[in-house]
T-cell receptor, first 112, second 114 residues
Framework: GQQLNQSPQSMFIQEGEDVSMNCTSS?????WLWYKQDPGEGPVLLIA?????ELTSNGRLTAQFGITRKDSFLNISASIPSDVGIYFC????????????FGGGTRLMVKP | DVKVTQSSRYLVKRTGEKVFLECVQD?????MFWYRQDPGLGLRLIYF???????EKGDIPEGYSVSREKKERFSLILESASTNQTSMYLC?????????????FGEGSWLTVV
C-alpha cells in the first residue's frame, strides 16, 4: 500500500510566490523522485535524489533528500502559470529497483 | 523521443462489460506497469511485468488482469467493469537498471464505467 505522505494536498498561490511541498515516509528510502503531471497528461520526472542530504536544482525547482532518509522537499521559486499541475513524490520501497510508491500528490494552482 | 502510447484516451463503458486498455512502448524496455490514479490517492500499482509472459500483482490487482504477449505491449483487462473502476489509468515502462529516472509514463486513459 501507499507509504508516502505528501502535503499539502493542494495549494492556490499568486504568480510570483514561492512554493514548498514535502513528502514523508515511515520507512527509509534510498531514492527520492519528484514528478509533475500536467492536466490530462502522464507524470514526467523533474528531479531525482540519490543521497541523504543531497540538494538538487532544476531551473526554478529545488529538491532535497532529507538527512533521515524519511523525507524530501520540493521548492518552486517565483511560480508562473505553467507550474500548474499535480506534483508527486515517489521512491522505491525496500529498494525495489524500478518499482515505485507514490505520494498522494500536491495539486498546485497559480493565479496570474 | 521515447514514447509510451496508450491506445484510448477516453472510454465510457457499461457495468459488466469487458474492457481492454492497450499500451505500447518503443524503447525496448523490459519492465512495464499499470497504475490507476484517483484524487488524493496518488498512483497505485495494479500489475507489472518484467518480461514477456511474466506478470506480478501490484497493490490493487483485484478486478484486473494483464497480458504481455510481446515485449512492447502490455494490456490491462477489466473482465467485468464496475463503477468503482472509473478512474484514470496510466501505463509506464522502464529498463531494469536505474532507480526511477528511466520510468516513462503514457498520457493516461480516462475510463468511466456507467
Amino acid at each position: 500500500g501507499q507509504q508516502l505522505n505528501q502535503s499539502p494536498q493542494s495549494m492556490f498561490i499568486q504568480e510570483g510566490e514561492d512554493v514548498s511541498m514535502n513528502c514523508t515516509s515511515s520507512s527509509i528510502f534510498n531514492t527520492w523522485l519528484w514528478y509533475k503531471q500536467d492536466p490530462g497528461e502522464g507524470p514526467v520526472l523533474l528531479i531525482a535524489l540519490y543521497k541523504a542530504g543531497e540538494l538538487t536544482s532544476n531551473g526554478r525547482l529545488t529538491a532535497q533528500f532529507g538527512i533521515t532518509r524519511k523525507d524530501s522537499f520540493l521548492n518552486i521559486s517565483a511560480s508562473i502559470p505553467s507550474d500548474v499541475g499535480i506534483y508527486f513524490c515517489a521512491g522505491p520501497p525496500n529498494n525495489a529497483g524500478n518499482m515505485l510508491t507514490f505520494g498522494g500528490g500536491t495539486r498546485l494552482m497559480v493565479k496570474p | 523521443d521515447v514514447k509510451v502510447t496508450q491506445s484510448s484516451r477516453y472510454l465510457v463503458k457499461r457495468t459488466g462489460e469487458k474492457v481492454f486498455l492497450e499500451c505500447v512502448q518503443d524503447m525496448d524496455h523490459e519492465n512495464m506497469f499499470w497504475y490507476r490514479q484517483d484524487p488524493g490517492l496518488g498512483l497505485r500499482l495494479i500489475y507489472f511485468s518484467y518480461d514477456v509472459k511474466m506478470k506480478e500483482k501490484g497493490d490493487i490487482p483485484e478486478g484486473y488482469s494483464v497480458s504481455r504477449e510481446k515485449k512492447e505491449r502490455f494490456s490491462l483487462i477489466l473482465e467485468s467493469a464496475s463503477t468503482n473502476q472509473t478512474s484514470m489509468y496510466l501505463c509506464a515502462s522502464s529498463s531494469p537498471t536505474g532507480a526511477g529516472n528511466t520510468i516513462y509514463f503514457g498520457e493516461g486513459s480516462w475510463l468511466t464505467v456507467v
